[in-house]
């Protein structure tokens, strides 16, 4: 049997496990495309997490091929994938060997690459032959290795990445990449759903918190911790303790409801509108823009979702102050700007900071195709968000002071 090129499943710090979180991570380009597809499994195993989250996100229309692991009989693989039921059964095949599939649409690696900086190369180019263009490869590798194979596709995802999730809650924690070699075109975003992030950790069913305010949250009870050794007699160490809560809750992060309607423009922040204006900006080409400008207070989601489905093609930070971000003087404060290629032409968002946030997190690297609604980052304490829209083929829904919903609210409707 001709052996899949997936780098070896062990090494020096141990064997590695590729659980829940992670497996549903690896597969969230799959479960995110709502067209039918074809999907290709290098290196699964029965009872594997991965092949059970590929199977969960198979939709009607979709085939999975699965290539078994090097140390796992075709034979049981198929007998497992059978047991699953008919409907599994007729859109799972199993194939001895990598040889023998098809190119995909998708392609996942099940095993994670723990292999020399060769090896990794090796592995990348072996399964690249077997993506369709404008495919995706997701792979996954240790965080924390020496031998080269986390430092090289740490390389590859800035080169061609289109989405790189670090998995904490893992043994031992993961970085996925998902790989883009040949381009696709901006269409292709309005076929997808928000993608998965595992940046985003689950409290309830319909509430998370964003990763940085888990670690906003650690730091703060660490301090606590600390304050209370260093001086036990103290009340000091009350201070920190009690901000761990609000801190975290800053950082919250709910589940929103994404209109359907293919003409909505969604806002892209929780706030209250500031202005609804048309001007110019040479930055973004020639014509002139409708610009949507929300303020978002401490007591805001700060989390940023894109306003309409598109492709991102620049991304540039300008340089600027921290003034208030509800006053005039704020549209000259530092602020990240994520241009998108749309089916309606260009879109703009500006994540502006404001007197207290000064700090801007964004997440989508060009290249990489988002959703209507699609989570891209956020912004630390006070802010604004602006979306640019070519003011010839979008009409207005808000005005100032209409109070909005990230992800939820129709700001603006394509003409």
Partial sequence: MTQSPAVRPSGPTGPVRIGERAARTLVAELARRNDPKAALLVGAAPGAAVLAAAIDALLPGDTLTVVPAPTTDAAALREHVTA???????????????????????????????????????AI???????????????????????GSAAELDRYGVLHGVRTDLVLRNSPPVRVHHLRFTPAGAASAAQLAPAYRPSSVPLTRGMHIDSNGVA??????????????VRPKSKLWLVPALAAAPVAAFFRDPQRDVPEDPSAVVAAADGRVLSVQRLHDERFGDGEWLRIAVFLSVLDVHVNRTPVAGKVV??????GGFVNAMKPDAEHNVAAYTVLDTAHGTVVVAQRTGLIARRIVQRAPVGALLARGERFGLIRFGSRTDVYLPADAAEPLVGPGDKVVGGSTVIARWS
């Fill in 84 to 122: 699953q039921g008919r409907w599994v059964a007729d859109r799972v095949r199993v194939v001895d060997s990598l040889v023998e599939a098809d190119a995909a649409e998708l392609v996942i690696a099940a095993e994670p690459f723990t292999g020399t900086g060769e090896e990794t190369r090796d």
């Fill in 125 to 147: 180019d072996g399964l690249t032959k077997y993506l369709t263009g404008g495919a995706v490869l997701s792979v996954a590798a240790p965080v924390f290795r020496t031998d």
């Fill in 216 to 229: 906003a949250a650690g730091i703060a009870l660490g301090l606590a911790a600390v304050a209370r050794v």
């Fill in 314 to 319: 620049d991304y540039f930070v300008a340089d």
